[in-house]
């Protein structure tokens, strides 16, 4: 119910006008989100890579409406890659780009067309990308695109949510050698006839899920913050016998940081999401829709005083 209730917050104008003007929302924000700048995200970069963790940075914004938004949200991305490579921060940071962003809602070529661009840079920096998903209804056309980016970058990663109901055979399809999958458990809000709406749901599918990876040829990045996952994970490594080298964690920017660290103090390959820029409202609530609990630490940040 709390879950719902953050959801449907997201996607509301008033919420979103109530929230960035309280006090000390700044603060807050700045937890989950880097900064609004191409230098704050390459800040945040540094010092995550300078602590062993690995990133990939997202550009925040997804509800493209116009070729000119879309050309711009590129260009962000061939901008922070060239900063990356010249930083000497590639290949520990990659980056995440929703195809929304690049014009899928309205142009599905021009959105493959500003993806394959920025892939290209990518690979020119020494890295490599991750095609985020989104809500079900973009599904297949993200994976149409991916299958077309593998053809000349094999490595771009692809995202699979373990709430949907078919996750697991995507996941199937998708275990091949050299695949890059990463595995979360979903935050968008989806009708009961796509997607498991329990809890305890979600989590079996994502066991499901991160079994059939493990099991397979590709290469599995399990995205979770929950404990028990993150156990599972590490016996079904141990299972598989996959050493550290062929499966990583990643975890969200601001959320369990320490256990961030304690993971990557013992050998596994952690990489933080990072999002970055102005459009942050829509990401946090996601954020908090995904761990309730957040949602504590929220509220007592925008009523303290200190």
Known sequence: MLRSVILAASRSSQ????????????DVVRRFVAGATT????????????????????????DTVTPEQAIATRDEYLKVLKMLGGAGLTPPAEVSVKLSALGQMFDEQLAY????????????????????????TTTDSTLEVLSR????????????????????SDCRELSSAGSRVRLCKGAYKEPESVAYQSA????????????ILMSGDGYPMLATHDPRMIAIGEDRA??????????????????????????????????TYVPYGDEWYGYLMRRL??????????????????
């Open 149 to 168: 980016l593998r053809k000349d970058f094999p490595s771009t990663g692809a995202v699979l949510q373990a709430y949907l109901r078919r996750t697991e």
């Open 15 to 26: 919420v979103e006008r109530l929230v960035a003007t309280a006090p000390y929302t700044r």
């Open 238 to 271: 141990r299972w598989f016998d996959r050493g550290p080298e062929r499966f990583e964690f990643q975890m969200l920017y601001g959320i369990r940081p320490e256990e961030q660290t304690r993971l990557a103090g013992e050998g596994y390959t952690v990489r």
């Open 289 to 306: 829709a995904e761990r309730p609990a957040n949602l504590v630490f929220f509220g007592r940040a925008l009523i303290s005083k200190k």
């Open 200 to 211: 305890r749901e979600v989590d079996k599918s994502y066991v499901r899920c991160l079994n």
């Open 39 to 62: 230098d704050d995200a390459l800040r945040a970069t540094r010092e995550l890579v300078d602590n062993g963790l690995a990133v990939t940075l997202d550009h925040l914004g997804e």
């Open 113 to 136: 067309d500003n993806a394959r661009a920025i892939c290209t840079a990518a690979d020119a920096a020494g890295t490599t990308v991750t095609l985020d998903m989104e809500d079900h």
